[in-house]
């Protein structure tokens, strides 16, 4: 079937604007996870969702940054007035809890979001 | 909280040899998972092979196999009859169940003809 696909593949933006990234996960995958890859930082952990709520978004780093999931499928990954420090690539994965995939991620290929 | 290390920023092996790529973690669970993911330039992030740690028997996946010493910590990967294709990032990654993956900061590997 079809891998994770995240929306854009790229995005260029303004100091100040907002930005929504989408993720369509794995069908029939319950499970959904943001992480941020970024020069400096590294790979970090921002938010995971379990059905259409969100056990542990502790790693959102600030309050201009929120995320939904809707139907247990697709999520949006929202930042608010962006800053230059949130240039970085975003990358979503989701996990099934199927017999032969327990816990096990699979990536999408990520959203470069560039802030001007 | 976990950590991951992986100490060797860059590595390179020439094509059709054996390289090993080495990841240490911390933590007090006993319960986990661990993983290497390797990522090309094309972005992709790519599953590698995965070890639970109530399993004693090393993974292995086709080329790539680990050596997993639960009681060091230890979480290396070996890259058998390296190919160019094999060039990539290659991160690891610890997870307790159903949870996060924390990252090591990730192994740079050039792959030689």
């Known amino acids: 079937g079809a891998g994770v696909s995240q929306s854009p593949s790229n995005k260029v933006t303004e100091k100040g604007k907002d930005v929504e990234l989408r993720c369509d996960p794995i069908?029939?995958?319950?499970?959904l996870y943001w992480y941020r890859q970024s020069l400096g930082q590294g790979l970090e952990f921002l938010i995971y969702?379990?059905?259409?709520?969100?056990?542990?978004k502790s790693g959102l780093p600030s309050d201009r940054f929120s995320a939904e999931r809707t139907g247990g499928s697709v999520s949006t990954l929202t930042i608010q007035r962006t800053q230059q420090e949130d240039s970085a690539v975003y990358l979503c994965a989701s996990s099934g809890r199927d017999r032969t995939s327990t816990d096990t991620q699979y990536f999408g290929p990520g959203t470069r979001l560039t802030v001007l | 909280a976990q950590t991951v290390t992986q100490s060797q920023p860059e590595m390179s092996v020439q094509e059709a040899e054996t390289v090993t790529l080495s990841c240490t973690y911390d933590t007090s669970e006993n319960n986990y998972y661990l993983f290497w993911y390797k990522q090309p330039p094309s972005r992709q992030m790519i599953l590698v092979i995965r070890?639970?740690?109530?399993?004693?028997q090393n993974a292995t996946e086709n080329r790539f196999s680990v050596n997993f010493q639960k009681a060091a910590k230890s979480f290396s990967l070996k890259i058998s009859d390296s190919q160019l294709g094999d060039t990539a990032m290659y991160f690891c990654a610890f997870m307790n169940y159903g949870n996060k993956l924390v990252f090591g900061a990730g192994t740079i590997l050039r792959v030689k003809s």
């Open positions: 070890q639970e740690a109530y399993k004693q």
């Open positions: 069908s029939g995958h319950t499970a």
């Open positions: 969702f379990q059905g259409n709520s969100a056990p542990d």
